[in-house]
Protein backbone atom coordinates (compact mmCIF):
# COMPACT_ATOMS: atom_id res chain seq x y z
CA UNK A 1 0.00 0.00 0.00
CA UNK A 2 2.52 2.49 0.62
CA UNK A 3 4.54 1.97 -2.93
CA UNK A 4 1.59 3.55 -4.11
CA UNK A 5 0.05 0.98 -5.61
CA UNK A 6 -4.34 0.11 -5.16
CA UNK A 7 -5.79 -3.77 -3.45
CA UNK A 8 -8.43 -5.19 -6.04
CA UNK A 9 -10.08 -4.13 -3.42
CA UNK A 10 -9.45 -0.17 -3.67
CA UNK A 11 -9.87 -0.41 -7.40
CA UNK A 12 -12.67 1.86 -7.42
CA UNK A 13 -11.01 4.35 -5.16
CA UNK A 14 -7.93 4.42 -7.49
CA UNK A 15 -9.15 4.09 -11.05
CA UNK A 16 -11.16 6.24 -13.37
CA UNK A 17 -12.54 6.25 -16.87
CA UNK A 18 -11.32 3.79 -19.21
CA UNK A 19 -9.05 1.83 -16.53
CA UNK A 20 -12.55 1.46 -14.72
CA UNK A 21 -13.73 -0.37 -17.43
CA UNK A 22 -10.72 -2.83 -18.09
CA UNK A 23 -10.16 -3.61 -14.31
CA UNK A 24 -13.74 -4.82 -14.53
CA UNK A 25 -13.56 -7.04 -17.24
CA UNK A 26 -10.31 -8.71 -15.56
CA UNK A 27 -12.51 -9.28 -12.73
CA UNK A 28 -15.22 -10.70 -14.03
CA UNK A 29 -12.99 -13.00 -16.22
CA UNK A 30 -10.98 -13.52 -12.98
CA UNK A 31 -13.85 -14.43 -10.99
CA UNK A 32 -14.02 -11.42 -8.62
CA UNK A 33 -17.28 -10.13 -9.30
CA UNK A 34 -20.43 -12.51 -10.80
CA UNK A 35 -22.46 -11.07 -13.23
CA UNK A 36 -25.21 -12.93 -12.88
CA UNK A 37 -28.01 -12.61 -10.35
CA UNK A 38 -28.16 -10.67 -7.29
CA UNK A 39 -24.36 -9.76 -8.27
CA UNK A 40 -24.86 -8.01 -11.46
CA UNK A 41 -24.96 -4.42 -9.39
CA UNK A 42 -21.95 -4.70 -8.03
CA UNK A 43 -20.36 -4.41 -11.66
CA UNK A 44 -22.66 -1.66 -11.86
CA UNK A 45 -20.96 -0.29 -8.93
CA UNK A 46 -17.48 -0.45 -10.15
CA UNK A 47 -17.94 1.16 -13.84
CA UNK A 48 -19.75 3.94 -11.97
CA UNK A 49 -17.95 7.00 -12.84
CA UNK A 50 -19.07 9.22 -10.08
CA UNK A 51 -21.36 10.58 -7.34
CA UNK A 52 -24.81 11.44 -9.13
CA UNK A 53 -26.04 14.79 -7.69
CA UNK A 54 -28.08 15.51 -4.92
CA UNK A 55 -31.37 15.56 -6.78
CA UNK A 56 -30.63 11.71 -7.78
CA UNK A 57 -28.75 10.56 -4.06
CA UNK A 58 -31.52 8.42 -3.01
CA UNK A 59 -31.26 6.32 -6.30
CA UNK A 60 -27.58 6.68 -6.39
CA UNK A 61 -26.21 2.54 -7.24
CA UNK A 62 -29.66 1.79 -8.70
CA UNK A 63 -28.53 2.31 -12.27
CA UNK A 64 -31.50 0.53 -13.61
CA UNK A 65 -33.75 3.49 -12.41
CA UNK A 66 -31.50 6.17 -15.11
CA UNK A 67 -29.83 3.20 -17.81
CA UNK A 68 -30.45 0.61 -19.63
CA UNK A 69 -27.87 -1.78 -20.54
CA UNK A 70 -26.19 -1.78 -24.25
CA UNK A 71 -29.10 1.09 -25.23
CA UNK A 72 -28.29 4.93 -24.65
CA UNK A 73 -31.51 5.86 -26.44
CA UNK A 74 -33.56 4.11 -24.22
CA UNK A 75 -32.53 6.40 -21.27
CA UNK A 76 -34.70 9.21 -21.77
CA UNK A 77 -38.13 7.41 -21.34
CA UNK A 78 -36.81 6.32 -18.23
CA UNK A 79 -36.07 10.26 -17.09
CA UNK A 80 -39.52 10.27 -17.76
CA UNK A 81 -40.95 8.10 -15.56
CA UNK A 82 -39.58 10.59 -12.30
CA UNK A 83 -39.80 13.69 -14.33
CA UNK A 84 -43.60 13.65 -15.51
CA UNK A 85 -43.84 17.18 -15.65
CA UNK A 86 -41.27 17.26 -18.57
CA UNK A 87 -42.59 14.17 -20.62
CA UNK A 88 -45.47 16.22 -20.28
CA UNK A 89 -44.46 18.91 -22.13
CA UNK A 90 -42.64 17.01 -24.10
CA UNK A 91 -45.68 14.80 -25.52
CA UNK A 92 -47.83 18.56 -25.59
CA UNK A 93 -45.41 20.04 -26.62
CA UNK A 94 -45.49 22.88 -24.92
CA UNK A 95 -42.96 24.65 -22.32
CA UNK A 96 -39.28 24.93 -22.81
CA UNK A 97 -38.71 21.24 -23.60
CA UNK A 98 -42.26 20.55 -25.79
CA UNK A 99 -40.54 23.32 -28.12
CA UNK A 100 -36.45 21.97 -28.21
CA UNK A 101 -36.19 21.20 -31.91
CA UNK A 102 -35.51 17.78 -33.13
CA UNK A 103 -35.40 14.66 -30.88
CA UNK A 104 -32.87 15.72 -28.81
CA UNK A 105 -31.68 13.34 -25.96
CA UNK A 106 -32.05 14.00 -22.42
CA UNK A 107 -28.41 13.40 -21.86
CA UNK A 108 -27.04 16.07 -24.54
CA UNK A 109 -28.32 18.93 -22.27
CA UNK A 110 -27.99 16.89 -18.60
CA UNK A 111 -24.64 15.71 -17.27
CA UNK A 112 -24.58 13.12 -14.35
CA UNK A 113 -21.75 11.40 -12.10
CA UNK A 114 -20.25 14.84 -11.85
CA UNK A 115 -20.65 14.91 -7.83
CA UNK A 116 -23.07 15.66 -5.11
CA UNK A 117 -23.13 19.65 -5.55
CA UNK A 118 -22.45 19.75 -9.26
CA UNK A 119 -25.39 20.93 -11.68
CA UNK A 120 -27.15 18.59 -14.23
CA UNK A 121 -28.28 21.49 -16.65
CA UNK A 122 -25.61 24.25 -17.26
CA UNK A 123 -27.88 27.28 -18.54
CA UNK A 124 -26.44 30.21 -20.45
CA UNK A 125 -28.91 32.78 -19.27
CA UNK A 126 -27.23 35.44 -21.24
CA UNK A 127 -27.77 33.16 -24.22
CA UNK A 128 -31.08 31.62 -22.71
CA UNK A 129 -33.93 32.21 -25.87
CA UNK A 130 -36.95 32.58 -23.10
CA UNK A 131 -39.56 32.91 -26.32
CA UNK A 132 -39.15 28.96 -26.27
CA UNK A 133 -40.87 28.66 -23.17
CA UNK A 134 -44.42 29.66 -22.48
CA UNK A 135 -43.95 33.15 -20.80
CA UNK A 136 -42.78 35.63 -23.32
CA UNK A 137 -41.03 38.20 -22.09
CA UNK A 138 -41.61 41.72 -22.92
CA UNK A 139 -41.22 45.43 -22.04
CA UNK A 140 -39.86 45.55 -18.72
CA UNK A 141 -39.68 41.79 -18.12
CA UNK A 142 -37.28 41.68 -20.88
CA UNK A 143 -34.60 43.78 -18.79
CA UNK A 144 -35.34 41.65 -15.47
CA UNK A 145 -32.76 40.00 -14.17
CA UNK A 146 -33.09 35.95 -14.08
CA UNK A 147 -32.95 35.32 -10.43
CA UNK A 148 -35.96 38.08 -9.77
CA UNK A 149 -38.38 35.72 -10.93
CA UNK A 150 -36.43 32.35 -10.79
CA UNK A 151 -35.87 31.62 -6.90
CA UNK A 152 -32.78 29.62 -5.54
CA UNK A 153 -33.47 26.44 -4.93
CA UNK A 154 -36.59 25.54 -7.36
CA UNK A 155 -36.65 24.71 -10.76
CA UNK A 156 -37.04 27.08 -13.52
CA UNK A 157 -40.19 25.40 -14.53
CA UNK A 158 -42.22 26.26 -11.66
CA UNK A 159 -41.82 29.85 -11.74
CA UNK A 160 -45.50 31.40 -11.75
CA UNK A 161 -47.17 33.15 -14.30
CA UNK A 162 -49.32 35.63 -12.38
CA UNK A 163 -48.87 38.37 -11.94
CA UNK A 164 -49.18 38.75 -8.40
CA UNK A 165 -46.28 35.82 -7.87
CA UNK A 166 -44.43 38.27 -8.13
CA UNK A 167 -46.17 42.12 -7.96
CA UNK A 168 -48.43 41.55 -4.65
CA UNK A 169 -46.74 44.01 -2.57
CA UNK A 170 -46.95 46.62 -5.32
CA UNK A 171 -50.83 45.72 -5.54
CA UNK A 172 -51.98 49.39 -4.16
CA UNK A 173 -55.41 47.63 -4.14
CA UNK A 174 -54.95 45.65 -2.00
CA UNK A 175 -56.44 42.58 -4.18
CA UNK A 176 -60.01 44.08 -4.24
CA UNK A 177 -59.51 44.43 -7.67
CA UNK A 178 -58.50 40.66 -8.36
CA UNK A 179 -55.79 38.89 -9.86
CA UNK A 180 -55.84 40.08 -13.44
CA UNK A 181 -53.74 42.97 -13.57
CA UNK A 182 -53.28 42.76 -17.34
CA UNK A 183 -56.28 44.32 -17.71
CA UNK A 184 -55.28 47.41 -16.66
CA UNK A 185 -51.39 47.37 -16.43
CA UNK A 186 -49.10 46.84 -19.08
CA UNK A 187 -44.89 44.83 -18.91
CA UNK A 188 -44.45 48.51 -19.85
CA UNK A 189 -44.72 50.78 -17.41
CA UNK A 190 -46.85 49.62 -14.15
CA UNK A 191 -48.22 53.18 -13.46
CA UNK A 192 -49.50 53.62 -16.72
CA UNK A 193 -52.93 51.94 -16.28
CA UNK A 194 -55.07 51.52 -19.08
CA UNK A 195 -58.57 51.03 -17.39
CA UNK A 196 -61.68 51.95 -19.88
CA UNK A 197 -63.87 53.27 -17.20
CA UNK A 198 -66.59 53.85 -20.10
CA UNK A 199 -66.55 50.06 -20.20
CA UNK A 200 -68.02 50.08 -17.07
CA UNK A 201 -71.76 50.60 -16.18
CA UNK A 202 -70.92 54.11 -15.08
CA UNK A 203 -69.06 56.04 -18.21
CA UNK A 204 -67.27 58.89 -17.33
CA UNK A 205 -67.98 62.18 -19.08
CA UNK A 206 -66.33 66.14 -18.73
CA UNK A 207 -65.44 66.73 -14.89
CA UNK A 208 -65.98 63.15 -14.24
CA UNK A 209 -63.00 62.13 -16.46
CA UNK A 210 -60.71 64.46 -14.78
CA UNK A 211 -61.53 62.84 -10.79
CA UNK A 212 -58.85 60.73 -9.34
CA UNK A 213 -60.26 56.91 -8.86
CA UNK A 214 -59.80 57.72 -5.02
CA UNK A 215 -62.32 60.78 -5.04
CA UNK A 216 -65.29 57.95 -5.96
CA UNK A 217 -63.65 54.91 -4.75
CA UNK A 218 -62.89 55.30 -1.33
CA UNK A 219 -60.34 52.81 0.56
CA UNK A 220 -59.89 51.09 -2.89
CA UNK A 221 -63.62 49.99 -2.87
CA UNK A 222 -64.34 49.35 -6.52
CA UNK A 223 -66.81 46.79 -6.85
CA UNK A 224 -70.94 48.03 -6.09
CA UNK A 225 -69.64 51.52 -5.85
CA UNK A 226 -73.05 53.79 -5.67
CA UNK A 227 -73.88 55.51 -9.00
CA UNK A 228 -75.85 58.14 -7.19
CA UNK A 229 -75.63 61.99 -7.80
CA UNK A 230 -75.56 62.21 -4.24
CA UNK A 231 -73.33 58.99 -2.65
CA UNK A 232 -70.49 62.47 -3.64
CA UNK A 233 -72.15 65.46 -3.78
CA UNK A 234 -74.32 64.96 -0.83
CA UNK A 235 -72.27 68.02 0.74
CA UNK A 236 -72.77 70.01 -2.51
CA UNK A 237 -76.17 69.93 -2.36
CA UNK A 238 -77.43 73.18 -1.80
CA UNK A 239 -81.34 71.81 -1.72
CA UNK A 240 -80.66 70.12 0.91
CA UNK A 241 -82.54 66.94 -0.71
CA UNK A 242 -85.49 69.10 -0.80
CA UNK A 243 -85.52 68.48 -4.92
CA UNK A 244 -84.77 64.83 -4.29
CA UNK A 245 -81.85 62.96 -5.40
CA UNK A 246 -82.18 62.97 -9.27
CA UNK A 247 -79.63 65.82 -9.26
CA UNK A 248 -78.64 64.58 -12.75
CA UNK A 249 -82.67 66.34 -13.97
CA UNK A 250 -80.89 69.07 -13.91
CA UNK A 251 -77.39 69.44 -13.56
CA UNK A 252 -75.10 67.73 -15.59
CA UNK A 253 -71.50 67.03 -15.36
CA UNK A 254 -69.96 69.64 -17.04
CA UNK A 255 -70.41 72.17 -14.85
CA UNK A 256 -72.13 71.71 -11.68
CA UNK A 257 -74.03 75.33 -12.00
CA UNK A 258 -74.87 74.89 -15.82
CA UNK A 259 -78.53 74.39 -14.76
CA UNK A 260 -80.42 72.01 -17.67
CA UNK A 261 -83.80 72.28 -16.03
CA UNK A 262 -86.25 73.99 -18.34
CA UNK A 263 -88.90 75.18 -16.60
CA UNK A 264 -90.93 76.61 -19.85
CA UNK A 265 -91.34 72.48 -20.84
CA UNK A 266 -90.80 71.17 -17.88
CA UNK A 267 -94.18 72.46 -16.00
CA UNK A 268 -97.17 74.39 -17.28
CA UNK A 269 -95.83 77.62 -15.95
CA UNK A 270 -93.66 79.39 -18.44
CA UNK A 271 -91.29 82.09 -17.01
CA UNK A 272 -90.90 85.42 -18.83
CA UNK A 273 -89.60 88.68 -17.56
CA UNK A 274 -88.51 89.22 -14.35
CA UNK A 275 -89.69 85.75 -13.74
CA UNK A 276 -87.25 84.39 -15.60
CA UNK A 277 -84.47 85.91 -13.51
CA UNK A 278 -86.15 84.81 -9.92
CA UNK A 279 -84.39 82.15 -7.66
CA UNK A 280 -86.05 78.65 -7.36
CA UNK A 281 -86.62 79.09 -3.73
CA UNK A 282 -88.49 82.71 -3.99
CA UNK A 283 -91.35 80.41 -5.34
CA UNK A 284 -90.89 77.34 -4.11
CA UNK A 285 -90.43 77.28 -0.31
CA UNK A 286 -89.78 74.82 2.00
CA UNK A 287 -90.46 70.82 -0.61
CA UNK A 288 -93.37 72.44 -1.97
CA UNK A 289 -90.68 71.76 -5.37
CA UNK A 290 -92.95 68.13 -5.57
CA UNK A 291 -96.26 69.78 -4.81
CA UNK A 292 -98.59 72.27 -7.15
CA UNK A 293 -98.17 75.80 -7.09
CA UNK A 294 -100.75 78.40 -7.05
CA UNK A 295 -99.71 80.18 -10.15
CA UNK A 296 -102.27 83.23 -9.50
CA UNK A 297 -99.98 86.27 -8.79
CA UNK A 298 -101.13 86.77 -5.48
CA UNK A 299 -100.03 83.63 -4.42
CA UNK A 300 -96.57 85.28 -4.46
CA UNK A 301 -97.59 89.01 -4.58
CA UNK A 302 -100.26 89.35 -2.08
CA UNK A 303 -97.81 91.54 0.22
CA UNK A 304 -96.96 93.78 -3.34
CA UNK A 305 -100.58 94.77 -3.99
CA UNK A 306 -100.99 97.99 -2.76
CA UNK A 307 -104.65 97.86 -3.62
CA UNK A 308 -105.29 96.09 -0.97
CA UNK A 309 -107.14 93.59 -3.30
CA UNK A 310 -109.46 96.11 -3.96
CA UNK A 311 -109.12 95.74 -7.63
CA UNK A 312 -109.37 91.67 -7.25
CA UNK A 313 -106.79 89.05 -8.13
CA UNK A 314 -106.50 89.19 -11.74
CA UNK A 315 -103.23 91.50 -11.69
CA UNK A 316 -101.96 90.72 -15.21
CA UNK A 317 -105.05 92.94 -16.40
CA UNK A 318 -102.88 95.73 -15.31
CA UNK A 319 -99.30 94.04 -14.64
CA UNK A 320 -96.47 92.33 -16.69
CA UNK A 321 -93.59 90.34 -15.51
CA UNK A 322 -91.13 92.46 -17.04
CA UNK A 323 -91.71 95.08 -14.64
CA UNK A 324 -94.75 95.28 -11.88
CA UNK A 325 -94.44 99.14 -11.57
CA UNK A 326 -95.15 99.21 -15.57
CA UNK A 327 -99.21 99.28 -15.65
CA UNK A 328 -101.20 99.04 -18.33
CA UNK A 329 -104.50 99.67 -17.63
CA UNK A 330 -106.88 101.36 -20.04
CA UNK A 331 -109.23 104.07 -18.17
CA UNK A 332 -111.44 104.09 -21.46
CA UNK A 333 -112.33 100.96 -20.96
CA UNK A 334 -114.33 101.00 -17.71
CA UNK A 335 -117.78 102.55 -17.34
CA UNK A 336 -116.51 106.17 -16.73
CA UNK A 337 -114.89 107.58 -19.98
Known sequence: MKSGRCSPFAVRMCMTGAARILVALVLVLAGWVPVQG?????????????????????????????????????????????????????????????????????????????????????????????????????????????????????KYSSAQTKCVACHKKDDEHKGKLGVKCADCHTETNWKEARFDHDQTRFKLEDRHAKVECKDCHKDNAYKNTPMACVSCHRKDDKHKTRYGEKCQSCHNAKAWNQVLFDHDTATKYVLRGKHRQTRCDSCHGGNLYRDKLQTSCVACHRKDDKHKNSLGEKCNDCHVERDWNEARFEHGRSRFP
Open 38 to 154: GWAASLESVLMPGKVIQGHAKVEGQCNKCHVRFNRAGQDALCGTCHKDVARDVAQKQGYHGRIPGEKLCRECHTEHKGRDAQAVVLDEKQFDHRQTDYLLKGKHAETECRQCHRAGS
